[in-house]
Nanobody, 117 residues
């Protein structure tokens, strides 16, 4: 069972930046997919950014150009750098990992991001 622990959320003013981290309980070196998803109040969970072991990166249209997903295999951590934050980015952000193409998915507990003046 893979454990994922997110950190780095908080309250930030519009235009500000945050860096989210997701630490895995084991090596992520060969993980097929790592991603960040978010869920705003009253809305469905949506993908923000994903990164595959083949180097394929995908971003939601709403965050492209502002968010950057990356991974540090040595630390077993995936990051989400969020710049130029907007109030509509307010949500609980979840980390997801899928170690193999057809295997199970694992989720973190989520970290709250609030963008408000």
């Amino acid at each position: 069972q893979v454990q994922l622990v997110e950190s780095g959320g908080g309250l930030v003013q519009p235009g500000g930046s945050l860096r989210l981290s997701c630490a895995a309980s084991e090596s992520i070196l060969n993980y097929y997919l790592l991603g960040w998803y978010r869920q705003a109040p009253g809305k469905e969970r949506e993908r923000a950014a994903t990164l595959t072991s083949r180097g394929t990166v995908m971003y939601a249209d709403s965050v492209r150009g502002r968010f950057t997903i990356s991974r540090d295999n040595a630390k077993g951590t995936v990051f989400l750098q969020m710049n130029s934050l907007k109030p509509e980015d307010t949500a609980v952000y979840y980390c997801k990992a899928r170690p193999t193409v057809w295997g199970a998915e694992y989720w973190g507990q989520g970290t709250q991001v609030t963008v408000s003046s």
